[in-house]
């Protein structure tokens, strides 16, 4: 009998990647949207069909995560064998002018998430996965960071997954719930939101190049992160669940890079100079910043057999080629417009 798996934030980056992967090892994957008055199921268009037709492996709920009650009835109706709790509001300068609803969303989010997985704990086993972050580190007290680092948060975003964290130690440790928290550096993809840094360059540079936008503004250029590819982590996130004991573990590349080697990375790769076009704007800073996060994943290569494939440049590259098909899309209809 397949196994079954329940995945909130499946129309985000994290969550599409994971659903794929998923499908492709068999499961039946529930996932749950928020109801809204658009739909913003794009990234898993391509792997969702009608669920009334034969063989239909992809069904999704409406759902959210602040609402706990609805989530419980879900999750005991679906009864899956794994949970993975990738919803957030996990933009980290947006939680700083919404600190409540990010806390809610993060926190308590993750909170509901748990008491659900107990409430079905008591008639079977589930596996739980928490989606933690490398911000939580915030102002680091060593560099590289593993999992007995203390954590600084800087963001409310940041405090609010320490919560989460906490929690799931703490539901795995009063309650013997199967509970494990992924601490994942930055990880990216062509399907990261416009909005986070890489996919903003990237995006911005696929334009430059087609002659759609002149400029590209940023904030902080010297901030330093490890990067990695969204599609190599969801394993990671997988391959927890999968071993024998629940723990905590951090995935990686183990290097660091800053946004300016980002920005050049990219327009490189599209043979243009990144400071013909990038300004600095105040609006993009941070109220407390994050200078450097670079994680040390030893334990979960030796435990799991996890290393992260892809180097940043390799991401950038491949991030700027999916957008430069965007770009050429683009132009293509603005010349239909025109016409």
């Known amino acids: 009998m397949s196994k079954s798996a329940l995945i909130t934030g499946i129309t985000g980056q994290d969550g599409s990647y994971l659903a794929e992967l998923l499908l492709e090892k068999g499961y039946l994957v529930h996932g749950i949207v928020r109801r809204s008055s658009t739909f913003n199921t794009s990234r898993i ?27 419980t009835n879900l999750v005991l109706d679906v009864e899956p064998d794994e949970i993975y709790n990738l919803g957030a509001q996990s933009h980290v300068r947006v939680s700083f002018d919404s600190p409540v609803y990010t806390l809610q969303t993060v926190g308590t989010g993750a909170l509901n998430v748990l008491e659900a997985a107990r409430q079905l704990n008591k008639k079977k086993e589930v596996r739980v996965y928490q989606a ?36 799931t130690v703490n539901y795995r440790q009063a309650y013997d719930l199967f509970a494990c928290n992924g601490i994942l550096f ?42 990695g590819y969204a599609k190599d982590y969801v394993e990671g996130m997988w ?5 024998s004991v629940p723990d905590d573990y951090v995935l990686s590349t183990g290097e660091t890079h800053s946004i300016k ?53 390799e991401l950038a590259q491949l991030m700027v080629d999916s ?6 899309q683009e132009t293509v209809q603005e010349s239909l417009n025109e016409g």
Not at 57 to 66: A, I, M, S
Not at 239 to 243: A, I, S, V, W
């Open 132 to 167: 933690s972050s490398s911000e939580m580190y915030g102002d680091v007290m060593e560099t590289p960071q593993n999992e007995n680092t203390p954590f600084r948060p800087q963001s409310p975003y940041a405090c609010a997954k320490v919560y989460a964290f906490h929690q």
């Open 186 to 227: 930055n990880h990216e993809s062509p399907r990261r939101g416009e909005t986070f840094v890489t996919r903003k360059i990237t995006r911005a540079a696929s334009r430059i190049k087609a002659g759609l936008q002149k400029k590209l503004y940023l904030g902080n250029l010297d901030a330093k992160r490890d990067w």
């Open 239 to 243: 391959l927890m669940l999968q071993h």
């Open 45 to 71: 268009d391509h792997i969702y069909k009608d669920p009334h037709e034969e063989g239909a492996q992809l069904h999704l709920h409406y759902g959210d995560l602040t609402d706990g009650q609805n989530l």
């Open 261 to 313: 080697d980002f920005l050049g990375y990219v327009f490189e790769h599209i043979g243009l100079n990144w400071e013909d076009y990038v300004e600095i704007d105040p609006r993009y800073f941070r109220p407390t910043e994050v200078d450097l996060l670079l994680g040390d994943c030893s334990k979960a290569k030796e435990q799991l057999g996890w290393i992260a494939k892809t180097s940043c440049r």
């Open 323 to 328: 957008d430069m098909q965007l770009a050429g």
